[in-house]
């Protein structure tokens, strides 16, 4: 499939690929070291507090991933200390913590990964790129994401919240693109998406309406 409608428009792979890379080209060294670190970095907080807190890497990045959405990556990390320590119970919606309950009464990362996956494709693939930095696999595809694929450069607009509703079928065309993309510039997926986010950020912050460090770097 090489087209697919999305707001109104048809857009195409060979499109959305050479957008990715044209951020990817404009990316300054500091965009270029956040970006390529930034799982790695997201990885090391959930060890060192599943040491802290003696439990499994895996549980702490699924709770991390459960307790994402919408909210700063800085919320997010405190909200999961909160949660775990149970300082604080109502740190999200009832149906994320659900599943952040539910993650810590998993055997295995795919567990996780499925619970997740229900009406949360984003979530499932942000939990997996944080739990394995190093391989490629999925990309976290969130309206950051998307936007940024949309948006170009010039025109660079604060994202929708709603260009997070997306089908699977549209979920896996952008994911398609960054991971083209990413093969073609020799580097892993969800590298490349979050490099094209601290991209599309440094944009925006030239601007008077800054974009906070969300949840996840796009």
Known sequence: MGKI?????????HGLVKRILYY??????????????????????CKGLGE???LPLFHVAG???ALSPLVEWSVNKQNVRDFLQ????????????????ACLHTEYPEEIFNLLTIKG?????????????????????DRHAIGSCVFSPSNAAVIPDNYSHITINQYNFFMR????????RGILPHQMQAIV??????????????????????
């Open 5 to 13: 409608k999305f707001k109104g428009k048809g857009i195409s792979i």
């Open 86 to 101: 149970g300082t604080r119970v109502s740190v999200h919606t009832k149906s994320q913590i659900a599943k952040a309950h």
């Open 24 to 45: 990817h080209g404009i990316a300054n060294p500091e965009n270029l070291e956040q970006g390529m670190s930034w799982y790695n970095r997201a990885h090391e907080f």
């Open 52 to 54: 802290e807190l003696n």
């Open 197 to 218: 986010w601290e991209v599309y950020k440094s944009i925006r912050s030239k601007t008077n309406d800054v974009l906070p460090e969300t949840e996840t770097p796009f």
């Open 121 to 141: 494709t984003k979530t499932s693939w942000f939990f997996w790129n944080i739990l394995y930095p190093d391989t490629a696999s999925g990309v976290t595809i």
């Open 177 to 184: 693109a960054y991971m083209r993309a990413a093969e073609i």
């Open 63 to 65: 709770v991390v991933a």
